[in-house]
Each structure stands twice: as structure tokens, then as C-alpha cells.
């Protein structure tokens, strides 16, 4: 069993709609939970950082983190065809999510105009 | 602000060639930066981590021989991919922390095709 699942998709999705992303994971040490946006052949950009259980907002994303369910998602509403991009929830034990991540294997959103 | 910039951009060389890729941090200062590698359609893997004047811990199963890391500055870490072969040929991707309460920053990838 992998320590981050995620499903890889591909999700796709009618412009406008809401999108819910998930990530389920094992090590009950994790503390500091992230996603990052992938568009095909560039690197990982940061969208949303959280540390421990709750919700975060910013903009057209909400984060929530569920530590006693072991679950994560990632929430991005009125979506746009610019949103089409791969997905990846990653997740450490160390301060900050600075130190080592382990990721999930991403999952491909496709946002259809 | 905390952006990487990663170069070259894409590389294709014969078999035997070693490349050097440079990973920098352009607004920050960072004693600590990563280095991962992506295959198609999978996750990144940590290759290991680069730390500022000290040598890189290098993750399980990552030859430290085949994959130089040189962190000279607390801006610039390179990685050399010595004698490349084709199965060397993927995406390369560092990153990069502000400091150790904050989050890693992604550069744009080394696309690495070893002919």
C-alpha cells in the first residue's frame, strides 16, 4: 500500500462546475499538508499549504484536511478551462512542509468548455 | 516572491555525455534545496536532498556517484548527471524552501533525453 493514494484521473469537468480532488494516506505522522498545480512539462506550483486539521480558502479553492479520517481534498469551484492540469496532493511530517514530501501520484483535471 | 528558476529547460545528448542541471532561488536565500525526478504519468520522486557547504543526503536506492550534487551558494545547487544512458532520460525537478517553516517551491523541470 502506497503512503499517499491518489486517483489519477483523468477527471473531466464542464466549465463552471465545481471540482472536489481527494488524497487518502497511511503515516498518521503527517502534519503539513500541500497542493500543487502540474501543467504538462513545466514543475509543480504551490497552491494551497495547511497544517493540521480544518479549512483553508483562497479564492476559488478551499483546502480541507480530515487527520482522524486520514483524508484530504481539494476543492475548486467555478472552474475554467485554464484550470486543466494534473493535480498533486503532497503531504510531511517536519515543519513547514519543508522537509521531505511524499507526493500522490497526481490526478489529471480536464475543464471542458 | 519565492521563485526557482531551473536550467537548462530541456536537454538531448548521446549516450556517455554528462549534463549539468542548475537549480536557483532568485528571491530567497536557501540552505536547503531538493532534488527530484518524475517519470511519465507518475509522481515525483525525491532524489535527494542538497544541503548549502555540506555534502547532499542522497535517498535509498539514488547512486550519489551517477548523480552529483554541488551546493555552493545559498542561491545556486547543481545536479550532474555523470555518463548519462538512456535510461538516465526523464524530467529532473529541484526545489526550494525560504526557510524551514515554509513550504518547497518548484522550478520549471529539466526535460533530460539521453540518446
Known amino acids: 500500500q502506497k503512503e499517499v493514494e491518489q486517483d489519477p484521473g483523468p477527471l473531466s469537468v464542464p466549465e463552471g462546475a465545481i471540482v472536489s480532488l481527494n488524497c487518502t494516506y497511511s503515516?498518521?505522522?503527517?502534519?503539513?499538508f500541500m497542493w500543487y498545480r502540474q501543467y504538462s512539462r513545466k514543475g509543480p506550483e504551490l497552491l494551497m499549504y495547511t497544517y493540521s486539521s480544518g479549512n483553508k480558502e483562497d479564492g476559488r479553492f478551499t483546502a480541507q484536511v480530515d487527520k482522524s479520517s486520514k483524508y484530504i481534498s481539494l476543492f475548486i469551484r467555478d472552474s475554467q478551462p485554464s484550470d486543466s492540469a494534473t493535480y498533486l496532493c503532497?503531504?510531511?511530517?517536519?515543519?513547514?512542509?519543508?522537509?521531505?514530501?511524499?507526493f500522490g501520484t497526481g490526478t489529471q483535471l480536464k475543464v471542458e468548455l | 516572491g519565492a521563485v526557482v528558476s531551473q536550467h537548462p529547460s530541456r536537454v538531448i545528448c548521446k549516450s556517455g555525455t554528462s549534463v549539468k542541471i542548475e537549480c536557483r532561488s532568485l528571491?530567497?536565500?536557501?540552505?536547503?534545496m531538493f532534488w527530484y525526478r518524475q517519470f511519465p504519468k507518475q509522481s515525483l520522486m525525491l532524489m535527494a536532498t542538497s544541503n548549502e557547504g555540506s555534502k547532499a543526503t542522497y535517498e535509498q536506492g539514488v547512486e550519489k556517484d551517477k548523480f552529483l550534487i554541488n551546493h555552493a551558494s545559498l542561491t545556486l545547487s547543481t545536479l550532474t548527471v555523470t555518463s548519462a544512458h538512456p535510461e538516465d532520460s526523464s524530467f529532473y525537478i529541484c526545489?526550494?524552501?525560504?526557510?524551514?517553516?515554509?513550504?518547497?517551491?518548484f522550478g520549471d523541470g529539466t526535460r533530460l533525453s539521453i540518446l
Open positions: 528571491d530567497f536565500q536557501a540552505t536547503t
Open positions: 526545489s526550494a524552501r525560504p526557510d524551514n517553516n515554509q513550504p518547497q517551491h
Open positions: 503532497a503531504m510531511s511530517e517536519g515543519a513547514g512542509g519543508g522537509n521531505k514530501l511524499t
Open positions: 503515516n498518521s505522522a503527517f502534519q503539513y
